[in-house]
């Protein structure tokens, strides 16, 4: 299902990780499509409140504490500042859905990483 939301779909996902070396690209990759997946599950469900997005954005955030582990097995791993990268993807998902009073915390509470 393309993205029709403007923002997101020509928003770059995850470019910091992909121009960080320490990142292996094929997972960043994978990132980046939980992060498109998220997108269209949002078009598809239209949650109607912030609750709502929670469940999706958890949903996600389990995906990543998955491929977490998959980085560490490739050497590398969601560190600090990759946290803030992805938890920066969330908080522009939420504010391209027009949930600007989401809470950043609460949009991945669930991480592992």
């Given at each position: 299902?393309?993205?029709?939301?403007?923002q997101?779909?020509?928003?770059?996902?995850?470019?910091?990780?992909?121009?960080?070396?320490?990142?292996?690209?094929?997972?960043?990759?994978?990132?980046?499509?939980?992060?498109?997946?998220?997108?269209?599950?949002i078009?598809?469900?239209?949650?109607?409140?912030?609750?709502?997005?929670?469940?999706?954005?958890?949903?996600?955030?389990?995906?990543?504490?998955?491929?977490?582990?998959?980085?560490?097995?490739?050497?590398?791993?969601?560190?600090?500042?990759?946290?803030?990268?992805?938890?920066?993807?969330?908080?522009?998902?939420?504010?391209?859905?027009?949930?600007?009073?989401?809470?950043?915390?609460?949009?991945?509470?669930?991480?592992?990483?």
């Amino acid at each position: 299902m393309p993205i029709t939301n403007q923002q997101a779909a020509r928003h770059t996902f995850l470019r910091q990780m992909h121009d960080d070396p320490y990142f292996p690209d094929h997972l960043v990759d994978q990132g980046r499509d939980i992060l498109l997946r998220l997108c269209e599950r949002i078009e598809a469900d239209r949650p109607s409140d912030p609750e709502a997005l929670y469940a999706l954005t958890q949903a996600a955030t389990e995906e990543f504490n998955l491929l977490d582990r998959k980085f560490a097995a490739a050497g590398s791993g969601i560190e600090t500042v990759a946290r803030e990268w992805i938890c920066d993807e969330f908080c522009f998902v939420a504010s391209a859905y027009e949930f600007t009073d989401a809470d950043a915390e609460e949009l991945t509470a669930g991480r592992d990483w």
